[in-house]
């Protein structure tokens, strides 16, 4: 009672966190299609939903949840109270705009353009058709034009004022069920504080968000661990504006005709007061404490070269005039530094002994535990230099070397 009446008076709120299980939630196979609300098995995962779904439905505070990619830090679309009480909780630019998860193509219909339609895809340009059928539910976000206002629900502070609009159709049966049963689309950001790395766990949202938002419903680990492809198919040629959850390569192979020719969006900087079409990519982001070092693989080196470099590239950083303070450091290794070698490496009359943490041995494995791992050495063991061993940019080499290079800033290296 005290307890509450002090955090009331301090206006800070009691962040509660509250398991469901993901595997006791079922939806029909057309769920996604024609909006049919799911079984829930488990009587107190379905009580922990009914929670969140009511605070949803509140319009003042918003919730964290899973989703298939990284947590997601969710209020309605529909409100404007909903989406500032967003901005607010994780210290966003409210020119970066949200993505409004749907969990059908009904409920976009009827909430967002409320009309019942003859063709559920009529609202949903051509381009995406193809896609959509293959790849939703799923970490695919598609940019749709923003609707006349008088034909839509849909709060003007999602879109930060850019003629379009971004939806998807996650696959997490935590998320959709959440959506589906407060029957709110819900615009959602990854549930880290503003440029620090997307969280994967509801521990990561719990460090980054206690006291600023009521609850997070914890449904372990998230299985892809970036977040969501964006693709503007609007555009021609159309456009990959962020790499994600699916691969540049299965958006070519999937989309058809209209994606052949598909670009990637690689601009990096931006100039002052420009409209962009991914505002996302003007702030700092995915950054850890710790001074991250990127070790960009050359095709040409053999790994024991590799790790010469490296020993090189340490022993710089601890002679570093900046860095002459350093105690600790780690290394996060992916595919040529998982070796026995690495295990005993030795920086000359140094007594530091660096932290080791293998990624993973595939792009789905280092995709998985990249934002885990950073926040793990960065949080818990609280070291000063976070090497971190790239991959090539292809198939999923491509999100996660997106998301090391904002981690890294200026400081990437050829190794
Ligand atoms: O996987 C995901 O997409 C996660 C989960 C929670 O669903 N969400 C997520 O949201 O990553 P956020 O806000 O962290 O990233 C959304 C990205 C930003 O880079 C933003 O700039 C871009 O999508 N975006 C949103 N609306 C847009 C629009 N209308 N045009 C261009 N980019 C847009
Ligand atoms: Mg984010």
């Known amino acids: 009672m005290l307890k509450r009446l002090v955090s009331k008076m301090s206006n800070v709120l009691e962040t509660r966190i509250l398991k469901v299980d993901p595997a006791s939630i079922h939806f029909g196979e057309d769920a996604h299609l ?37 947590y997601g830090l969710g209020g309605s679309s529909l409100s404007d109270e909903a989406v500032k009480s ?3 909780a994780k210290n966003r630019p409210s020119d970066n705009p949200l993505i409004t998860h749907v969990s059908s193509i009904d409920q976009l219909n009827r909430k967002i353009y409320q009309e019942k339609l003859s063709s559920p895809f009529q609202n949903i340009p051509k381009p995406y058709h193809s896609l959509i059928t293959k790849l939703w539910p799923g970490p695919l976000t598609i940019l749709l034009p923003v609707p006349p206002a008088e034909r839509s629900a ?16 996650p696959s997490n ?3 959709r069920a959440l959506i589906a049963l407060s029957d709110t ?6 549930a880290n504080a503003s440029t620090r790395p997307s969280p994967t766990m509801a521990s990561h949202v719990y460090h980054d968000l206690n006291g600023r938002i009521p609850l997070i419903l914890d449904g372990g680990p998230c299985k892809v661990g970036v977040e969501s492809t964006v693709v503007d198919g609007l555009s021609k040629p159309p456009l990959l504006l962020r790499p994600g959850g699916f691969t540049y390569e299965e958006i070519l192979e999937l989309g058809g005709q209209d994606w052949k020719d598909c670009k990637v969006e690689r601009r990096k900087v931006v100039a002052e007061g420009e409209q962009v079409k991914t ?15 990127l070790l960009v693989p050359k095709p040409q080196k053999t790994d024991s070269d590799r790790i010469e470099e490296l020993k090189r590239l340490i022993s710089r950083e601890l002679q570093n005039e900046d860095t002459n303070t350093v105690k600790k450091l780690a290394i996060l290794t992916s595919l040529h530094l998982g070796t026995a070698e690495i295990q005993d490496l030795t920086l000359g009359d140094s007594k530091i002994k660096p932290i080791l943490v293998k990624l993973g041995n595939t792009g789905e494995e280092i995709q998985a535990n990249l934002f885990a791992a950073l926040r793990q050495v ?6 000063d230099i976070i090497f971190v061993e790239g ?14 290079r904002k981690a890294a800033g200026d400081h990437c290296v050829s190794f």
């Open 86 to 88: 967003i901005y607010r």
């Open 185 to 190: 689309p819900i615009a959602a950001p990854s």
């Open 154 to 169: 849909l709060s003007k502070l999602t879109t930060a004022d850019q003629p379009t609009f971004a939806v998807r159709i």
């Open 391 to 404: 991959i090539n940019e292809d198939r999923e080499g491509l999100a996660i070397m997106n998301r090391l």
């Open 34 to 70: 024609n909006g049919s609300l799911p079984t829930i098995a488990d009587p107190v995962s379905e009580k922990n939903l009914l929670e969140a779904a009511k605070i949803i439905r509140g319009n003042s505070e918003p919730v964290a949840f899973p989703t298939e990619t990284v």
């Open 279 to 293: 505002p996302g990519m003007k702030y700092k982001h995915y950054s850890p404490s710790a001074k991250v070092i």
């Open 173 to 175: 049966p935590i998320a």
């Open 378 to 383: 960065d949080e818990i063991d609280n070291v």
